[in-house]
């Protein structure tokens, strides 16, 4: 069974752009999270979407947005890109009850020039 | 204030030293999460406890709920092991996840 893909893998970007992160998740689970991991730090917490519906927003600003689709895949989207972004975002499916295990995809690591 | 800690913050060991890594938390939990993070990034679960200890090959895993403590020990550590070793614990309504800062392990052969 294949786990939680994200797409790309490694992007570079300049302040002020754009971006879109992409994320299937495990065949099956409805949920999904994002997560920023900056460099020494654990990660922190962005979005919850289960079943097309936001369930929890972390304190992150409104340039961070995401959404999910009918096939439960997602994603997440960073508008006027700032140098602090730069960082590692994690994507973790689950079936979507509390206080299930998630599994997380490898990241998207996101350079901010 | 940080909902979990985490120590040691870095770690080194020599190949076959027996490794303990400690979670302290001051939510109340139904469950604490273990990970492990490998350079480059991706993580993986390790274990999910809610009492007791549990135990997968040379990993153990330990949790005090009344003392909010959790441990994981590496036996017989091996240069592969080397990674972040991360906690976590879910926030109330059971839906996100507060994080440790993580463990970051190195074995020498």
């Known amino acids: 069974d294949a786990g939680v893909t994200q797409s790309p893998t490694h992007l570079i970007k300049t302040r002020g752009q754009h971006v879109t992160l992409r994320c299937s998740p495990i065949?099956?689970?409805?949920?999904v999270s994002w997560y920023q991991q900056v460099l020494g730090q654990g990660p922190q917490f962005i979005f919850q979407?289960?079943?097309?519906?936001?369930?929890g927003r972390g304190n992150f600003p409104d340039r961070f947005s995401a959404r999910q689709f009918p096939n439960y895949s997602s994603e997440l989207n960073v508008n006027a890109l700032l140098l602090g972004d730069s960082a590692l975002y994690l994507c973790?499916?689950?079936?979507?009850?509390?206080?299930?295990?998630?599994?997380f995809g490898d990241g998207t690591r996101l350079s901010i020039l | 204030k940080n909902e979990v800690e985490q120590s040691p913050q870095n770690l080194t060991a020599q190949e076959g030293e027996f490794i303990t890594i400690n979670c302290s938390y001051s939510?109340?939990?139904?469950?604490l999460h273990w990970l492990q993070q490998h350079p480059g990034g991706g993580i993986v679960s390790l274990f999910m406890?809610?009492?007791g200890k549990k135990k997968h090959g040379r990993l153990i895993a330990t949790i005090n709920i009344q003392e909010k403590h959790s441990s994981l020990h590496i036996t017989a550590s091996h240069p592969r092991d080397s990674a972040v070793y991360i906690c976590?614990?879910?926030?109330?309504?059971?839906?996100?996840?507060?994080f440790g800062t993580g463990t970051s392990l190195t074995v020498i052969p």
């Open positions: 976590a614990v879910p926030t109330p309504t059971g839906n996100q996840f507060y």
């Open positions: 939510v109340g939990i139904s469950a």
């Open positions: 973790a499916s689950s079936p979507g009850q509390p206080n299930q295990p998630q599994h």
């Open positions: 979407y289960y079943e097309k519906e936001e369930r």
């Open positions: 065949s099956g689970h409805k949920s």
């Open positions: 406890l809610s009492s």
